[in-house]
């Protein structure tokens, strides 16, 4: 901030009118759109690997991540919550304080994410033993089976782009 303003615009930039610039309606949609962006390639990310961990290994349920299937709603919650209080901005002229609920809930889901990802790392449990060793899928030990589980994940990942 001492950057900024004493070296490089020789004035104040930062609270120089009273508001931060971190509020300005292009910072605000610039980010929101972003969020969104990646949202939307992480919704598409996980969807595909839901259909090809089943294909791939007998204990998919178990390598399935509801976590991230849980991180994505929350995300989406945030990102309603959000525009709810973006729109209603534009309707009514809202201050820091008439908001307040938006950086509740941004808090509550924030703590939940938190809370969830550290348990998860604490109970996340992989097959061991014999079951769990590291060979092909019967898809896969042919030359004939490789190039059709290829053919099939190429499949999927047009099918997931259109």
Known sequence: MVVT?????KKYFFLANGTDPD???WY?????????????????????????I??????????????VRNFLMAFLIMLLVRVTFFILGEFFNLWYGDIWWYFMVFA?????IAITGYANSVETRYPSG??????????????????????????MRMSSIL
């Open 5 to 9: 303003d004493k070296l490089l615009l």
């Open 130 to 155: 014999p079951t769990s060793s590291v060979t092909s899928p019967p898809c896969c030990s042919s030359k004939e089976g490789r190039e059709s589980m290829k053919t099939s994940i190429q499949k």
């Open 54 to 67: 089943v294909q791939l290994v007998s204990y998919a349920e178990v390598v399935m991540y509801r976590w």
């Open 23 to 25: 509020f300005d309606t």
């Open 108 to 112: 509550l889901i924030f703590y939940y």
């Open 28 to 52: 605000q949609v610039t980010g929101f759109v972003s969020m969104f962006t990646y949202f939307i390639l992480s919704l598409r990310y996980y969807s595909l690997y839901k259909k090809l």
